[in-house]
């Protein structure tokens, strides 16, 4: 009933930049936090940076001053921006929301993931 894509994802020069999307469709009524998540290979996932419906963001120290999270509520929609790249940003970034959706005659709660977009930084 419910979907995340994600998108913007590709091969980015260190210092370089990438925007990526998550867009969530479906029977949507309401969507709490949004959050981007990266593992990387050999590596643990790990919490990148949330947002939640309020506007209160949290983002891990590896990424703070480089990285933005945005969400555009009408949409849908969170983003992550991503400045200074560097190798170690090397990963699958995965979105996740907390989303109150329909299903039938009830209303559900329920964490989604997205599939998944890989980032790699190399020159």
């Known amino acids: 009933q419910v979907q995340l894509v994600e998108s913007g994802g590709g091969l980015v020069q260190p210092g370089g930049s990438l925007r990526l999307s998550c867009a969530a469709s479906?029977?949507?009524?309401?969507?709490?936090?949004m959050g981007w998540y990266r593992q990387a290979p050999g590596k643990q996932r790990e919490l990148v940076a949330v947002?939640?419906?309020?506007?209160?963001?949290n983002y891990a120290d590896s990424v703070k001053g480089r990285f933005a999270i945005s969400r555009d509520n009408a949409k849908n929609t969170a983003y992550l921006q991503m400045n200074s790249l560097t190798p170690e940003d090397t990963a699958v970034y995965s979105c996740?929301?907390?989303?109150?959706?329909?299903?039938?005659?009830?209303?559900?709660?329920?964490?989604?993931w997205g599939q998944g977009t890989q980032v790699t930084v190399s020159s």
């Open positions: 479906g029977s949507i009524v309401s969507i709490y936090d």
């Open positions: 996740n929301a907390e989303i109150f959706y329909i299903d039938g005659v009830l209303r559900r709660r329920k964490l989604y």
């Open positions: 947002m939640t419906s309020g506007g209160s963001t």
